[in-house]
């Protein structure tokens, strides 16, 4: 599957993901231990698990793979790289800069393989998910607060209304 796109357009790919996952986790503070849950949900998302089919090639072409370390090593190198690379003095504006991320690679996808896009659309929406749901937002001491925050919620949406209108 990688052999279909220029290395900019693989790491970009395989790399939107991760930005969506971190504006997820930075749009509603959950403290240092919700953030920490939040960024090892996001974590586990790109690990194959084999209990879970995922019918899409591409999305299964850059999850981790326990079987073939050398290629899971690779990708995430590639994808470390790019996020540090994109996100340089932009976390900030995280949630407009990936938003932007996803439209770029869904154009890519359009391209090249548009039979993949909406399998792409919702691994980003069930990480976004999995990621928002991982901590409880505000409350005491584990007492009270609200799985998802109205901030977490807001992002969610704009990804799901921007990606609706996108064919």
């Known amino acids: 599957m990688k052999d279909n796109f220029t290395d900019e357009e693989w790491a970009k790919i395989i790399s939107t993901p991760e930005l969506v996952g971190f504006a997820v986790t930075m749009a509603g503070y959950s403290g240092i231990t919700g953030t920490m849950k939040e960024s090892y949900s996001l974590a586990t998302m790109f690990y194959k698990d084999k209990d879970t089919k995922i019918e899409s090639k591409l999305v299964n072409s850059f999850l981790y793979d326990t079987d073939d370390l050398e290629k899971s090593k690779e990708t995430r190198e590639i994808r470390k790289a790019y996020v540090s690379k994109t996100m340089e003095g932009k976390a900030s504006v995280?949630?407009?800069?990936?938003?932007?991320?996803?439209?770029?690679?869904?154009?890519?996808?359009?391209?090249?393989?548009?039979?993949?896009?909406?399998?792409?659309k919702d691994f980003l929406i069930t990480m976004a998910n999995k990621v928002a749901?991982?901590?409880?937002?505000?409350?005491?001491?584990?007492?009270?607060?609200?799985?998802?925050?109205?901030?977490?919620?807001?992002?969610?949406e704009r990804l799901k209304t921007f990606m609706a209108e996108i064919a």
């Open 94 to 120: 995280l949630d407009d800069l990936s938003i932007s991320e996803v439209e770029a690679s869904l154009a890519i996808l359009k391209d090249k393989c548009p039979e993949e896009i909406d399998a792409y």
């Open 133 to 156: 749901n991982a901590a409880k937002e505000g409350g005491f001491l584990g007492f009270g607060g609200t799985r998802v925050s109205e901030k977490e919620a807001e992002y969610i």
